[in-house]
C-alpha cells in the first residue's frame, strides 16, 4: 500500500525495491567454517528443496512459500544455513563457529567437518558443480609474509594461491584443488575485530568468485564441440561461394547446399546461443569480483586475480571465438542468399526478355498471318459479292432491262466491289482496334 499522501504504488515498486536485499551476506564471527555447496538445478523444483530442506532439526512444518523469494536463512544451535536459487544452481552455505584454540589444536581443513549431517550433505537436490570450505581464522602477526607462511600449513602443496584484500584487513590463501572429499579449500586470515558484516562480505564475494567462474566455464566443451560443424560449415559456404563465380553451376544445387548449411548453422545457434551468453554474463562477474578484492600481491606468491586472468582468460576467450564465428556463418548466410537471389532474379530477367523476345517474333508472324488471312478474305468476299451481282444482272438481262452482256457487267463490277469490301474492312478496323 502506498501511504496516504503519495499516489498508488506500481505493482513491482516493493518487489524491485527489495531486489537489493534479496541475498545478503552472512554475519560470521571468526573464527569460522563456511561449509559452501553449489548445485545445478536442472528438473529440480522448489518443492524438491523444501522436501530436503525438511530434513533438517526443527524445520518439518517449513512451507513452500518461504522458498518463494528464492533467499532463505535457517538458524540452528551451534550453525547457521543459507538457502539461494538461481537461474541455473542453487547455493548452500552452512556457517558454523570454530574454537578459538584451533591453530594450535593441530586440526587439519579435511577434518573439520560441516555442521549437518553427510548423509543430509549428500542428499542435496541437484548436481554439484562446486563444494568449498572456506576457514575463516584471526590473524596473530602483522606481518603477511609469516602469516602467509604459517596458514600454508593448512594445504597440503606448495601451489598455494595468495592476496591481501583492501590494504591488509584480510589475506586469502587458496590452491584450487579439488581434493578426494570433494571440497576445495580456502583460508581467510582476518584482522583482529573484524566486524562480521565484513567477514561475511569477504567469504561471499570469495564464493561468488569460483562459484561464477566454474560456470563461465561451462561453455568451453560446448566451444570445443562445436569446433568440427564450424569448419564443416565455413568450408561449405566458401564451396557455395565459389559456385556463385561459376556459371555452370545451377541455382537450384547452390539453394540446396546453402540451406542444409543454414540449417545446421541455426540449429547451432538456439541450442547453444544462450550458453555463450551466460559463459559472457558470467566471466563479467568474475573480474567485477576479482576487482572488489582489492588485491595486494605478496612476494613471490601469484594473487588469485592473476591466477583466474592467466588461467580462465585463454577459455573465455575460445568461448567468445565460437560465439563469433556462429554469429559470423550467420551473416554470410544472409549475404550469401542475398547474392543467391540476386542470380536468380538476374537469371530470371534473362528467361523472362527470351520469352518476350520470343513472344514478339510470334506476334509479327501473326500479324503477317493475319494479314495474309485479310487479304484472302477481301478475295473470297469480293467473288461471293461479285457471284450474287452476276446473278442480279443475269436477272435483268432476262427480262430486257440490262443493254450489256451479264458478264461484261460483271467483270465491270468486279473492282467496284473489291473497293467497297476493302473500303468496310477497314472502316471495322479503325472502329475495333483504332488503326
Not at 581443513?109 to 568449498?132: E, K, Y
Not at 570433494?182 to 565484513?198: D, K, N, Q, T, Y
Not at 553451376?249 to 539453394?255: H, P, T
Not at 536468380?344 to 523476345?357: G, H, R
Amino acid at each position: 500500500m502506498s501511504p496516504a499522501l503519495l499516489p498508488p504504488s506500481d505493482e513491482l515498486r516493493r518487489v524491485l525495491h527489495d531486489e537489493v536485499h534479496a541475498r545478503p551476506s552472512a554475519r560470521i564471527a571468526l573464527p569460522a567454517l563456511v561449509t559452501y555447496v553449489a548445485v545445478l538445478n536442472t528438473g529440480v523444483s522448489r518443492a524438491d528443496d523444501l522436501t530436503h530442506l525438511r530434513g533438517l532439526p526443527g524445520q518439518q512444518d517449513l512451507h513452500l512459500e518461504a522458498l518463494s523469494g528464492n533467499f532463505l536463512r535457517l538458524r540452528f544451535e551451534g550453525f547457521s544455513l543459507k538457502w539461494e536459487r538461481h537461474s541455473e544452481f542453487t547455493r548452500y552455505s552452512i556457517v558454523q563457529p570454530l574454537p578459538a584454540d584451533l591453530q594450535a589444536s593441530g586440526a587439519t581443513l579435511d577434518a573439520l567437518q560441516p555442521a549437518v549431517s553427510a548423509d543430509w550433505l549428500r542428499a542435496i537436490p541437484g548436481r554439484t558443480f562446486a563444494a568449498i570450505k572456506v576457514l575463516m581464522l584471526v590473524r596473530e602477526t602483522d606481518n603477511p609474509g609469516h602469516a602467509y607462511r604459517e596458514a600454508c600449513a593448512w594445504f597440503d602443496d606448495d601451489a598455494v594461491l595468495a592476496s591481501t584484500m583492501g590494504g591488509w584487513h584480510s589475506l586469502v590463501l587458496a590452491d584450487f584443488q579439488l581434493r578426494d572429499s570433494g571440497f576445495e579449500h580456502v583460508v581467510v586470515i582476518a584482522e583482529p575485530g573484524m566486524p562480521p558484516s565484513r567477514a561475511g562480505r569477504v567469504c561471499q564475494r570469495l564464493l561468488e568468485l569460483e562459484t561464477y567462474r566454474l560456470m563461465a566455464l561451462r561453455g568451453l566443451p560446448v566451444a570445443k564441440a562445436l569446433g568440427p560443424m564450424l569448419a564443416r560449415a565455413e568450408t561449405q559456404l566458401a564451396e557455395i561461394t565459389e559456385g556463385l563465380e561459376r556459371r555452370h553451376v545451377s541455382e537450384s544445387a547452390l539453394l540446396d547446399a546453402l540451406i542444409a548449411t543454414a540449417a545446421q548453422v541455426e540449429h547451432a545457434t538456439a541450442e547453444h546461443q544462450y550458453r555463450f551468453s551466460a559463459t559472457e554474463a558470467y566471466h563479467a562477474i568474475v573480474e567485477r569480483r576479482i576487482a572488489e578484492l582489492h588485491e595486494g600481491k605478496l612476494p613471490g606468491v601469484q594473487t588469485l586475480g592473476e591466477f583466474m586472468q592467466r588461467r580462465l582468460s585463454p577459455a573465455i576467450a575460445t568461448v567468445s571465438a565460437a560465439a563469433g564465428r556462429l554469429s559470423g556463418l550467420s551473416e554470410r548466410i544472409g549475404r550469401i542468399s542475398a547474392l543467391l537471389r540476386t542470380r536468380v532474379d538476374i537469371a530470371t530477367e534473362a528467361q523472362n526478355q527470351q520469352l518476350l523476345s520470343q513472344l514478339g517474333e510470334g506476334q509479327q508472324t501473326q500479324l503477317r498471318m493475319q494479314a495474309t488471312v485479310e487479304g484472302l478474305s477481301l478475295a473470297a468476299i469480293t467473288y461471293y459479292v461479285v457471284s450474287l451481282v452476276a446473278y442480279g444482272l443475269k436477272a435483268l438481262k432476262a427480262e430486257g432491262w440490262l443493254p450489256i452482256s451479264p458478264e461484261l457487267a460483271t467483270g465491270l463490277a468486279v473492282p467496284l466491289v473489291l473497293a467497297g469490301v476493302w473500303w468496310t474492312t477497314r472502316r471495322i478496323h479503325r472502329r475495333f482496334f483504332g488503326h
